[in-house]
Antibody, heavy 121, light 111 residues
Framework: DVHLEESGGGLVKPGGSLRLSCAASGFTFRNYMLGWARQAPGKGLEWVSYISSSSSTIYSSDSVKGRFTISRDNAKNSLSLQMNSLRVEDTAVYYC??????????????WGKGITVTVSS | QSVLTQPPSVSGAPGERVTISCTGNNSNIGANFDVHWYQQVPGTAPKVLIYGNDKRPSGVPDRFSGSRSATSASLAITGLQVEDEADYYCQSYDKRLSASIFGGGTKLTVL
């Protein structure tokens, strides 16, 4: 069974840092582009960042560029999102996602259950 | 303000047909980029419903269909069921933004 599970969420003050992790199982991790999407409370979906299978290509939305860093460890079937300089508007449920194709044009065919990040003083 | 525009809400009675529109521009849908649709039942993660404009993943009933024309796309749901009550999002790519983009979402209420 294909599965993605996020961890590492929580409450952090504005300007603080947090690291999200995603553990994958049930598929050949190293073959897929992966990423993160988020959903602010009561709001719609927003793409955050993608990373290619070999980590050679990274795409990030303008809203997180320079603050968030995506990375992966193919040996451990693990994806991470290092979030620095957090802002109140980064408060959201963060989803770990798998891309069907290695492209920014692709759709997200597998989603984790999501993890909550709250940025508040 | 989303680049892709969806109606905030639609509704229909069980058994009826509803459509949800997703309107873009010449930088995204009008530039021939594929549109994908997701269903999100409240409190759960989204799941892909339609990909590549009109393709259904295995397990998605054929009551759900998608289409794309010019600068817009549509999701149609026929034979509406109570369990279809959810939020629906369209997604595409925008070449001016160099970004994956979502519509603002549409809440479907089954009366």
């Amino acid at each position: 069974d294909v599965h993605l599970e996020e961890s590492g969420g929580g409450l952090v003050k504005p300007g603080g840092s947090l690291r999200l992790s995603c553990a994958a199982s049930g598929f050949t991790f190293r073959n897929y582009m992966l990423g993160w999407a988020r959903q602010a409370p009561g709001k719609g979906l927003e793409w955050v960042s993608y990373i290619s299978s070999s980590s050679s290509t990274i795409y990030s939305s303008d809203s997180v560029k320079g603050r968030f860093t995506i990375s992966r460890d193919n040996a451990k079937n693990s994806l991470s999102l290092q979030m620095n300089s957090l802002r109140v508007e980064d408060t959201a449920v963060y989803y770990c996602v798998r891309l069907r194709a290695p492209s920014l044009l692709s759709f997200m065919d597998v989603w984790g259950k999501g993890i909550t990040v709250t940025v508040s003083s | 303000q989303s680049v892709l525009t969806q109606p905030p809400s639609v509704s229909g009675a069980p058994g009826e047909r509803v459509t949800i529109s997703c309107t873009g521009n010449n930088s995204n849908i009008g530039a021939n980029f594929d549109v994908h649709w997701y269903q999100q039942v409240p409190g759960t993660a989204p799941k892909v419903l339609i990909y590549g404009n009109d393709k259904r993943p295995s397990g998605v009933p054929d009551r759900f269909s998608g289409s794309r024309s010019a600068t817009s796309a549509s999701l149609a749901i026929t034979g509406l069921q109570v369990e279809d009550e959810a939020d629906y999002y369209c997604q595409s790519y925008d070449k001016r933004l160099s970004a994956s983009i979502f519509g603002g979402g549409t809440k479907l209420t089954v009366l």
